[in-house]
């Protein structure tokens, strides 16, 4: 008799904590880990503040040029065709960033979240 009350408090305790993981938007216990890949958003967040910096910077040499003399000229298109030229390598490496995290997935609701954050 003791033997079969031992057992099944095991099964009753296995039942009870069969998963630690819930989804956060539905309580659903049937999640996904998934590792994170290619990140196509982050690349075009750093294309486009890359060149949004080199045009503006562009502009305010100009601006400077006109109002201080003609000695900025010699400055100007080298560092904005520098970080124009290098924004387009530097963006696709950035989409590299956190591709090996984990992202738990819910596939009740479809839900998603990083792992470990709250």
Known sequence: MDVVVKNLNQTNGLKKGR?????R????DQIVAN???????LMFKVLFSM??????LGFIFFLLESAIGDWLTFYTFPIVALILFLSLPIS????FNGRNSLVNGCMKCGNKWIAGKK
Not at 35 to 41: E, F, L
């Open 19 to 23: 998963s630690n993981v819930v989804c």
């Open 25 to 28: 938007k539905c309580k659903s």
């Open 35 to 41: 590792k994170r890949g290619y990140s196509i958003g």
């Open 51 to 56: 060149v949004g910096i080199g045009i503006a």
């Open 92 to 95: 696709l490496l950035c989409g």
